[in-house]
Nanobody, 114 residues
Framework: QVQLVQSGGGLVQPGESLRLSCVAS????????MRWYRQTPGNQRELVAS???????NYAASVKGRFAISRDNAKNTVYLQMNSLKPEDTAVYYC????????WGQGTQVTVSS
């Protein structure tokens, strides 16, 4: 079955960096787009970044120029490099893919605070 297992995250100060990882299994990873979402309490999940099977990327306006999504098909892993973090980036981050159904990672907390 499809599994997405996330790692990374934590507490950082404004201006610092973090990298999130998401290891996929149960499907042909290289053939599917991958996405990172984030969610804050009381709000819907927001699409942060996406990467196609061809490696084309797209970003939310709020993170463009600061975040970078990438993938390593040999490791079945998608990454989200987050630089110049701001307090408003504080959220639970989820990786996701769509293969008939939508699949989600377990979520990881990112807290940006001084």
């Amino acid at each position: 079955q499809v599994q997405l297992v996330q790692s990374g995250g934590g507490l950082v100060q404004p201006g610092e960096s973090l990298r999130l990882s998401c290891v996929a299994s149960g499907f042909s990873f290289r053939d599917y787009s991958m996405r990172w979402y984030r969610q804050t309490p009381g709000n819907q999940r927001e699409l942060v970044a996406s990467i196609t099977s061809a490696g084309n990327t797209n970003y939310a306006a709020s993170v463009k120029g600061r975040f970078a999504i990438s993938r390593d098909n040999a490791k079945n892993t998608v990454y989200l490099q987050m630089n110049s973090l701001k307090p408003e980036d504080t959220a639970v981050y989820y990786c996701s893919t769509v293969r008939i159904s939508v699949y989600w990672g377990q979520g990881t907390q990112v807290t940006v605070s001084s």
